[in-house]
C-alpha cells in the first residue's frame, strides 16, 4: 500500500527537501491550515481533513473533505492519522507538525508513539530533522551525513542501550524521562554507519540535518 503523507499547518521554509522525499504513490491528507502547503508542497490533496477554524473551508473540492466539529477529543492531525490508520495504511510521514505552539508540537510527536505502537512505521520531517521512534528490541542504523543524532526517552524508562560507532558509544544503559544525557550524537565515518539498538522501552530518534 501507497505511504501516507499528512501535511499540517505549522511552518515549512524548505519545501525543495521535502519535494525531493515524496514519491509518485503517496496518498496526501491536508489537515485544516495544512492546505496553505498545497502550492509550495506541489501535490493535489487525496482527502482532506480539519474543522476549518483556522482555514477557510475549500468548496467544490475534487477530493473527499471530512468536516469535524470544533469542539473534540482530536486535534485535526490526530484525527487524520487515526482515519489513515482506519484506511489501512502502515507507513506515515507527517509534515508541517513541528513549530509554533508547542502544545501541537508535543502532540504530533506523541502520535507517532502511537503509531509505533501498532506496529506502524511513522516519522516527522520538518526543516531541520527527521523523527521517529526506535521501539525495544529494535535496531537502527543512522548514516554519515547528518550533523547530529539524539535520543531522547519520551515515556517511562528505557533499559539496554547500545549506540556504536558514533561519538558517543553506550553500552547497556538507561535513559530516564527525568534526564535526558543522549542530545547531540555524531556518526563519525562515511564507511560505518552508527547504530542503536534498545532492549526495553522506547526513544525518540532525532536526525538533525542542520
Do not use: W
Not at 18 to 27: A, K, P
Not at 62 to 87: G, N
Not at 146 to 153: E, G, H, R
Request: aromatic share 10%; with cysteine.
Amino acid at each position: 500500500m501507497s505511504r501516507c503523507i499528512i501535511i499540517g499547518g505549522a511552518e515549512i521554509r524548505n519545501y525543495e527537501s521535502l519535494r525531493e522525499y515524496f514519491r509518485h504513490d503517496d496518498f496526501f491528507i491536508y489537515c485544516d491550515c495544512g492546505l496553505k502547503h498545497e502550492h509550495n508542497l506541489g501535490h493535489s490533496p487525496d482527502l482532506i481533513i480539519g474543522d476549518f477554524d483556522s482555514h477557510e473551508r475549500p468548496e467544490n473540492a475534487e477530493c473527499e473533505v471530512i468536516v469535524l466539529p470544533v469542539v473534540k477529543d482530536d486535534t485535526d492531525t490526530i484525527y487524520a492519522v487515526k482515519e489513515a490508520m482506519k484506511r489501512g495504511f502502515d507507513d506515515f510521514v507527517l509534515i508541517g507538525a513541528t513549530g509554533g505552539r508547542i502544545d501541537h508540537t508535543l502532540g504530533n510527536i506523541y502520535a507517532l508513539l502511537m503509531l509505533a505502537n501498532e506496529g506502524k512505521h511513522a516519522e516527522i520531517i520538518d526543516d531541520y530533522s527527521r523523527m521517529r521512534i526506535i521501539s525495544a528490541g529494535e535496531t537502527v542504523h543512522i548514516k554519515y551525513g547528518c550533523k547530529f543524532f539524539s535520543l531522547i526517552n519520551i515515556t517511562g524508562l528505557a533499559k539496554g542501550i547500545r549506540i556504536s560507532n558514533a561519538k558517543y558509544n553506550l553500552n547497556d544503559a538507561e535513559i530516564t524521562s527525568e534526564y535526558q544525557y543522549g542530545i547531540s550524537n555524531e556518526v563519525l565515518s562515511p564507511e560505518c554507519d552508527s547504530e542503536v539498538y534498545l532492549r526495553e522501552g522506547n526513544l525518540l530518534l532525532v536526525i538533525l540535518n542542520m
